[in-house]
């Protein structure tokens, strides 16, 4: 029998184009809200955790004591901490590291694509100058709010774990601040009323909230196709 992936994404936009592409049917077993379906004859099932890194790995947790896991892909977004990353950039940590503990953690390679640079998980949204400067200095490549925590579930549970995140945005170009990240409730969805209020207060800024939605979609296609295509290259074990 095939071992079964997990696709985790933080919100319901990254997971879009996994659904459309795999054909993704949404169920429930026991408490856990996934979604499932092939990629070719192999299983996989895909979930939404939410925000930031408790809800990570609360909602990994839930799923691996619900279902059997055998691999953990995680999918999305990731903000560069450099302007010379252009958005669109797939990233391929070698290294993910939890910025509350430092604990660093090592990808398990999959597909093509050769591993670089430092992921830098972060509960906090890091927008200084002065501490991006930091963090590049040290090899960090781009920021997120859950791998880390991914990482550290499966490291636990002896799951191997692989990240497909594609740059989004550039963190120190002030197109993400504290206000545009409050439009996302915590479980990943934008708040309707929270986006309408921010357009109407700064219309000046609805071109760049249009290219950076732009943006958004077009990262979050680039990872599902990325992670795909190298889940799709695993070896077939069994008759």
């Not at 095939?2 to 919100?11: D, H």
């Amino acid at each position: 029998m095939l071992e079964r992936v997990a696709f985790i994404c933080a919100m319901p936009m990254e997971l879009t184009p996994l659904k459309r592409k795999l054909s993704l049917e949404k169920t429930r077993v026991g408490l856990v809200e996934i979604h499932i379906g092939l990629l070719g004859e192999r299983p996989v099932v895909a979930i939404v955790t939410g925000i930031g890194t408790a809800l990570a790995t609360a909602g990994l947790e839930r799923l691996v004591e619900t279902i059997d896991v055998e691999r953990v892909v995680v999918v999305g977004i990731t903000g560069a901490v450099g302007n010379e990353t252009p958005v669109g950039t797939l990233i391929l940590p070698e290294v993910v590291v939890n910025s509350t503990t430092g604990a660093e953690y090592r990808p398990d390679r999959l597909g093509e694509g050769k591993p670089s640079g430092k992921m830098w998980t972060s509960d906090v949204l890091i927008t200084d100058l002065d501490v991006i400067g930091c963090l590049r200095a040290k090899g960090v490549v781009s920021l997120d709010m859950e791998t880390a925590a991914v990482a550290e579930v499966c490291e636990r549970r002896n799951i191997p774990w692989s990240v497909f995140r594609v740059i989004s945005d550039h963190v120190t170009d002030g197109s993400v601040n504290e206000e545009v990240f409050r439009l996302s409730n915590q479980d990943g969805t934008l708040s309707a009323r929270a986006v309408t209020a921010y357009l109407l207060k700064h219309p000046r800024r609805i071109p760049g909230m249009a290219r950076m939605a732009r943006g958004v979609k077009s990262a979050t296609n680039h990872a599902a196709a990325a992670a795909i295509s190298a889940v799709s290259q695993l070896p077939i074990f069994g008759p």
